[in-house]
């Protein structure tokens, strides 16, 4: 969304990577003035999936672009109104989601209701808006919230590569012949 938005070229998020500058611009943005609908309702699982809402996004952003006269990469009116109705829609996707997921773990008896912890990482839990919701969803529930400080909330790619060097140096799990391995896209 924020690269859609052109936001890099936002004269208030320049420097700032594209979730940090939807967040920036959604805290003075009215998310009312759009009505993003919450991705996979009907779906009784706890995946997850944002392209439905980025398709949604996306429609608007042409929309707004041919009523504003305006190209594809030129910079909205109504930019902070759509940052902030896309982040309440993916804090409400989030939020639901990680709901069903914990009923699903405390009907089977996955967690102890009496010591269940959400624990909420990665550059996902850097955002202060969705950060609060799953608070809030902890607390209502019964279960403890655990959440590294922003500054440590970074992209889970890094955290990813992080590891596989670690277990590269250690020799875990590490295939050294990839051959008769098949790799499919999913």
């Not at 420097?15 to 009907?42: C, D, W």
């Not at 190209?71 to 902070?80: A, H, I, P, T």
């Not at 804090?91 to 912890?117: D, E, G, Q």
């Not at 959440?147 to 970074?154: A, E, I, Q």
Request: contains cysteine.
């Amino acid at each position: 969304v924020a690269r859609r938005l052109s936001l890099s070229k936002h004269p208030e998020c320049h420097s700032m990577a594209g979730g940090k500058a939807i967040e920036h611009l959604a805290q003075t943005g009215n998310r009312q003035q759009y009505k993003f609908r919450v991705p996979m309702q009907h779906y009784r699982n706890c995946h997850f999936s944002f392209s439905g809402l980025q398709n949604l996004v996306n429609k608007v952003i042409i929309q707004k672009e041919k009523e504003e006269g305006l190209q594809k990469g030129e910079l909205l009116s109504c930019v902070k109104d759509i940052a902030a109705a896309a982040q309440h829609a993916v804090a409400v996707h989030i939020v639901k989601r990680t709901y069903r997921a914990m009923l699903f773990c405390i009907k089977h008896s996955i967690l102890s209701p009496k010591n269940a912890t959400l624990v909420v990482s990665g550059g996902v839990a850097s955002n202060q808006y969705i950060r609060k919701a799953l608070q809030i969803l902890a607390d209502v529930n019964g279960f403890a919230f655990l959440c590294p400080p922003p500054r440590l909330c970074t992209d889970n790619g890094v955290m990813i590569a992080w590891n596989g060097i670690e277990r590269l140096h250690a020799g875990l799990g590490v295939l050294h012949c990839t051959d008769g391995i098949r790799y499919e896209a999913k």
